[in-house]
């Protein structure tokens, strides 16, 4: 075989490619996302209907639905390798930082979409004020990078495990809560239709997050992944 | 000249002593047969010479001109073929081969995989999903990944298992070509299969 300079970028677009891939013909993750989002989503609608709820309320819902909706179908992108006992192969051949920073592009692609169908959704049925817009997409984007970031190496950790579903959640939930809180705290101000000034102590706190948790992640991935 | 050193290996699974204090050495143009009875451990040694488990005591190194390689170096001059090693059922064959060849950090040009493919028999049926191969198929499929490289160590676990006549031919032709500027470790339970080593290790005495 040909040895190029395929560097550590060619090879991680390469997982990337082929977990897309895989997913698009089997659907496996997407549907368990959405399907949670979407009936989390509904029931919440349904019982509180659209009475003007309190924006640090509706803040909250929003992260509870992403939360939820990010542990039912995160795990999927290392736990398919492990059902399929395809992770062998993959770990004879690839370099850990590639296949993680491929598996983590891929949770954001999943979790981009999912978010994509979920918060117009999310905003019809609560009637939730739309405040600062542009603000609201940056905290939206930082969220979803730092809920990627942490599930994607907890997902890893678990695989290997009998009981993964709930293992993911336990284990994510304690590295995820001052993210959530803190997500919950910056949207709620967003929501009241603040500007940067108020919320720049929030974004600097979910871009650090989500660098360090990147960092840390790729660190640790070699030691997870091998045994 | 590469070298496969083994010394002092041994591997427990909490208070179950699966092998002890292996000593071997590979050069080479060397090739070894793991043998022994069912639960002697003969995969859990290939796993462990390939570092997908930790030795409990002991150590393998891998040498070129007996300069120790680091774990990139390794990856990219082993290839392994065993039964608990799949290949992706959602993708072609083709897929498989491409995806492969670029995570190893080479790239494959269409007529090599076109000729990969014939080379395991398996022409023609590049396109089709691995999900719709036979467990045969699949096998050859998994040599055909091991040859994407000229590999400098070559570990077969059941090297034959699910393969026809024909299928065996493929094998015995395969560790012929590699003979030669390859280590070899075969893991078997075939007596026909240990032949086509020089060297044997048996476990579980």
């Known amino acids: 075989m040909p040895q190029n300079s395929a560097g550590l970028v060619s090879k991680a677009l390469a997982v990337y ?17 959405l399907m949670f989002g979407i009936t989390t989503l509904a ?5 509180l209907g659209q009475s003007g709820l309190q924006p640090q309320l509706l803040a909250a819902l929003f992260w509870i639905i992403m939360f939820f909706s990010a542990m039912s ?24 930082d590639s296949i993680y920073v491929g598996k983590l592009l891929f949770n954001l692609t999943l979790m981009a979409a999912m978010t994509t169908i979920i918060t117009p959704i999310f905003f019809i049925f609560t009637d939730a004020p739309t405040g600062n817009i542009a603000l609201f997409l940056l905290v939206l984007l930082l969220g979803v990078v730092g809920l990627c970031s942490a599930t994607t190496l907890v ?15 336990v284990l994510s939930f304690p590295i995820l809560m001052t993210l959530l809180l803190t997500l919950v705290n910056a949207t709620d101000k967003v929501l009241q239709g603040r500007g940067i000034g108020q919320v720049s102590a929030e974004v600097q706190f979910l871009v650090a997050y989500a660098v360090i948790m990147i960092t840390v992640s790729v660190l640790l991935f070699k030691f997870v992944w091998k045994e | 000249m590469n070298k496969l050193v083994v010394s002092g290996l041994s591997k427990h699974f909490g208070s ?40 409990t005591r002991g150590s393998v190194a891998y040498l070129e ?12 001059r082993v ?13 072609s064959a083709e897929e498989n081969l491409k995806f492969f060849a670029t995570v190893a950090g080479g790239n494959v040009p269409g007529k090599d995989i076109d000729r990969l493919l014939a080379r395991v028999g398996l022409e023609g049926r590049g396109c089709d999903l691995v999900a719709g191969y036979s467990s ?61 080593a020089a060297k044997q290790c048996r476990l579980g005495q």
């Open chain 2, 65 to 76: 001109d007996d300069r120790p390689l680091d774990d990139d170096d390794i990856r990219t």
């Open chain 2, 79 to 91: 290839s392994f073929v065993s039964p608990y090693l799949n290949l992706y059922d959602h993708l």
């Open chain 1, 43 to 47: 029931m919440v609608s349904f019982s």
């Open chain 2, 16 to 55: 179950r002593k699966v092998f002890s204090a292996l000593d071997f050495e590979l050069s080479s143009g060397e090739s070894m047969a793991v043998t022994g009875p069912n639960g002697s451990g003969k995969s859990t040694l290939l796993m462990t010479l390939l570092a997908l488990y930790r030795p």
């Open chain 1, 73 to 96: 179908g995160l795990a999927h992108v290392f736990v398919r390798e492990e059902e399929a006992n395809t992770a062998l192969a993959l770990k004879i051949t690839a370099d850990p």
């Open chain 2, 136 to 196: 045969g198929m699949k096998q050859r499929l998994k040599y055909a990944v091991a040859l994407l490289k000229k590999p400098a160590y070559l570990f077969l676990d059941e090297p034959t298992s699910n393969l026809d006549e024909a299928g065996k031919r493929l094998v015995t032709g395969i560790i012929e070509e590699c003979r030669s500027e390859s280590v070899i470790v075969i893991a078997t339970n075939e007596q026909e299969e240990y032949t086509l």
């Open chain 1, 17 to 33: 490619a082929k977990d897309l891939r895989l997913e698009l013909r089997t659907h496996y993750a997407i549907n368990a996302i």
């Open chain 1, 155 to 169: 997902a890893a950790i678990i695989a290997k495990a009998s009981v993964k579903g709930a293992l993911f959640a």
